[in-house]
């Protein structure tokens, strides 16, 4: 049976691009979906909500052939708070794409508790497959704390994953004091860094 990985990120570059690189050797097939917002046109072409238009860059350089990477796009009001609801549009649309290619994913990846870690949840309840979340930083220290809705979210996506990754021991502790979540699934892993680039070197050296 083939082992397939499907990752969800909100972006495609440095330390996803990086690990996905590594992962594709342990998988016959890798499929990269990148959650991004799409703004109606009409709110783009008004003055106000101009600085909303944004370009997002994909690392596709030196990609092994067994690596596919995608936009997942969901609707979004400038005026409007971000909902399950459309974020279950970009996991429809994952799921759809995915079963196109008459697939079966072993795990699912997920990069940031939101908004990737929303559809990784929404997905994993429609084609059945557990999934994994790796927390970055102000998925946990900002997000919720911002208000309830924030708080209980991701509180739900971090409880019904199969596996909880931050990527610093200040990270686990506060998945449990923030959201109170339960660290027997957590499990700190710091990024790592490539060593053919990054290497020690004398203090004094380094300082000149």
């Given at each position: 049976m083939s082992r397939s990985l499907i990752v969800i990120s909100n972006h495609f570059l440095t330390f996803v691009h990086d690990q996905v690189l590594e992962l594709s050797a342990s998988f016959?097939?890798?499929?990269v979906y990148v959650v991004v917002p799409r703004i109606p046109r009409a709110f783009l072409k008004m003055q106000r909500?101009?600085?909303?238009k944004q370009r997002y860059n994909l690392e596709l350089v030196n990609l092994p052939s067994n690596v596919h990477v995608k936009f997942a796009?969901?609707?979004k009001l400038p005026s409007n708070k971000l909902t399950l609801g459309s974020l279950e549009k970009a996991a429809n649309s994952i799921s759809n794409d995915f079963s196109n290619h008459a697939n079966t994913s072993s795990v699912i990846h997920a990069h940031f508790a939101?908004?990737?870690?929303?559809?990784?949840?929404?997905?994993s309840e429609k084609i059945g497959v557990p999934y994994?979340?790796?927390v970055h930083g102000y998925d946990i220290y900002d997000m919720p704390l911002r208000n309830k809705f924030y708080k209980e979210t991701i509180a739900r996506v971090l409880s019904r994953s199969s596996h909880i990754i931050p990527v610093s021991e200040r990270l686990k502790d506060l998945?449990?004091?923030?959201?109170?979540?339960?660290?027997?699934?957590?499990?700190?892993?710091?990024?790592?860094?490539?060593?053919?680039?990054?290497?020690?070197?004398?203090?004094?050296?380094?300082?000149?």
């Open positions: 016959d097939k890798v499929y909500f101009s600085s909303l796009y969901y609707w939101w908004p990737s870690g929303c559809v990784a949840m929404k997905l994994v979340t790796t998945i449990s004091h923030n959201l109170g979540v339960d660290l027997k699934n957590v499990t700190a892993i710091p990024n790592g860094f490539d060593q053919n680039i990054f290497h020690r070197i004398d203090k004094r050296k380094a300082r000149d």
